[in-house]
């Protein structure tokens, strides 16, 4: 239905009946619940995988030290508590004693300090370094080699788990709820070694196991009936629905064959609007909507002046308000509101007059060297989404409009983008959404030892700001001086940012216990279906 107009559309959406499947597929006597995705994974091994995506996945199978709630907030996870030292160096967790492993051992302090110990490990070749990178000796270990065994982690017995950082991280459980901190199953990790993350090989300790896992089609999750939450589950089991196409989705939708979806088609939401009230739901996300300079190669090395401009040539408001109009809104800052009380801040042109930012955008972009007699024409790799579409066709119209850019659009697999912006073998600028309740990690995108997922940024001022953030004890102080850093990224424009993406999902009334919430992490271990 891509290209049809709005008239087409309508009628078309009025043509499809609304069907309800007549026996849902049961497991252990419980309907399954079928769910949409979105585009298909990298891995299932947590300690490789770079997306977001994939965190739907592993919330099912694993649970760290903390956990997700169903409204997004950490609860007490694999440890019932925990307690700090005064210099907030020292954390130490104390296990519940009921947490077992989906084969029915039981899950020990050694499984975390195995599991950290093998995301450090250079040879794992971990996907999101940062995100460990609190926990003492982390970096040294992946960087310079030093030995794994002198990470900050250490099991003072079977349920408990003393942990020691290179830095006070007032904000350290949300990081160990990610699956990154995560245990693992030494035994079966060692038998599978890097192909133990499959369906018969994969023992987790989440809510679900993997029964199923078919490559761009879908995972099939039962019930891990030694969770130590298993009695209050109420589905036998999750499927999850690999869908890029995202009039796909919502046509499996109608049909009855997903009680979610993952997103609603930017050209169908005033339908839904008008048709499918009682199931959408439009909430804000913690994210920021990114397009990525290459840094590490011309015209966009060492060119701030350059990202600058074509920042300011976007008219953000227009792109939420007539454009995509789901309740996204405009973002200016790298890091998203709502993260740990922070509040980022925006930078000086972002509340001027069109007609005065235009015509700044229009001097910076001069100073970069471009102008009437020096076209710029670059690239905008995007992975294929019909709302990432019409992101990027707004934003290339607005750059010819008032800086005469011609940008050729070029879409992709998500995870052949995924692997493009890593490898920095992109020409010109890249899509790609960063969404993570870790407020810290959007900068630290941009630390220069960010070399994985970054975009190539090296500034002095940014490292010793990002370092001064590490070093904060207090909540208060660590939101103050990431603000600060935050004003020094915004200067640079390293990364562009473009809006807060709205979650657009159409959920069945039938499914019962969804929360909105700014993380869009929804754990089947809280749905029912009545």
């Not at 939708?253 to 839904?272: I, N, S």
């Not at 993380?519 to 029912?528: E, I, V």
Request: proline fraction near 8%.
């Amino acid at each position: 239905m891509r290209g049809i107009t709005r008239r087409g559309v309508l009628a078309a959406g009025a043509a499809l009946p609304f069907l309800t499947p007549s026996s849902p597929v049961l497991a252990q006597g419980k309907p399954v619940v079928d769910i949409g995705l979105g585009p298909d994974v990298d891995t299932l091994d947590p300690h490789k995988s770079t997306t977001i995506v994939a965190g739907q996945l592993f919330i099912e199978l694993w649970e760290g030290l903390t956990s997700f709630a169903a409204d997004g907030a950490i609860v007490p996870g694999v440890a019932e508590r925990w307690d700090t030292s005064a210099d907030g160096l020292t954390w130490t967790f104390y296990l519940r004693g009921d947490a077992k492993w989906s084969d029915g051992s039981a899950v020990t302090a050694a499984d975390f300090v195995f599991a950290w110990r093998r995301a450090v490990t250079p040879t794992t070749l971990l996907g999101l370094p940062e995100w460990i990178a609190p926990i003492k000796n982390a970096l040294p270990i992946l960087q310079n080699g030093k030995d794994p065994a002198s990470l900050g982690v250490e099991a003072v017995n079977d349920r408990t788990l003393k942990v020691t950082l290179e830095h006070p991280k007032p904000d350290l459980t949300v990081y160990t709820a990610y699956w990154i901190l995560s245990p693992l199953h030494r035994a079966s990790v060692t038998q599978h070694g890097d192909g133990f993350a499959q369906p018969g090989k994969l023992i987790g300790n989440g809510p679900f196991m993997l029964t199923g896992a078919m490559p761009q089609s879908h995972y099939t999750l039962a019930v891990n009936p030694h969770y130590h939450g298993a009695k209050s589950i109420a589905v036998g089991g999750a499927k999850y629905h690999v869908t890029e196409d995202l009039q796909t989705e919502l046509k499996r939708f109608r049909a009855g064959e997903l009680l979610a979806t993952k997103e609603v088609p930017p050209t169908q939401l005033d339908w839904a609007r008008a048709n499918l009230a009682d199931s959408l739901r439009l909430a804000y996300r913690a994210s920021t909507f990114f397009l990525i300079p290459n840094l590490t190669k011309a015209p966009w090395k060492d060119n701030p002046d350059l990202c600058v401009a074509l920042s300011m040539a976007i008219d953000r408001k227009v792109i939420v308000e007539k454009i995509t109009k789901g309740g996204e809104l405009p973002a200016y800052a790298m890091t998203p509101e709502g993260l740990v009380g922070y509040t980022p801040p925006k930078p000086d042109w972002a509340d001027l007059p069109p007609a005065e930012r235009i015509a700044k955008a229009k001097a910076l972009f001069a100073k970069a060297g471009y102008g009437p007699d020096k076209p710029l024409s670059l690239e905008l790799l995007y992975n294929t989404n019909e709302l990432n579409r019409q992101v990027a066709v707004a934003v290339a119209a607005m750059w010819q409009q008032t800086l005469g850019v011609k940008t050729t659009l070029s879409n992709q697999e998500f995870k052949i983008v995924v692997s493009r912006m890593k490898e920095h073998t992109y020409p010109d600028i890249v899509r790609i959404t960063w969404a993570v309740g870790l407020v810290t990690e959007y900068l630290n995108l941009l630390r220069s030892r960010a070399n994985t997922v970054g975009p190539g940024y090296i500034n002095p001022a940014l490292d010793r700001a990002m370092e001064d953030v590490d070093q904060a004890l207090t909540l208060d102080d660590f939101r103050a001086k990431l603000a600060v850093a935050e004003k020094i990224a915004m200067a640079d424009m390293p990364m562009i940012p473009v809006m807060r993406q709205a979650s657009r999902r159409l959920v069945s009334p039938k499914l019962k216990g969804w929360i909105d919430n700014p993380l869009d992490l929804h754990s089947a271990r809280y749905l029912s279906v009545g």
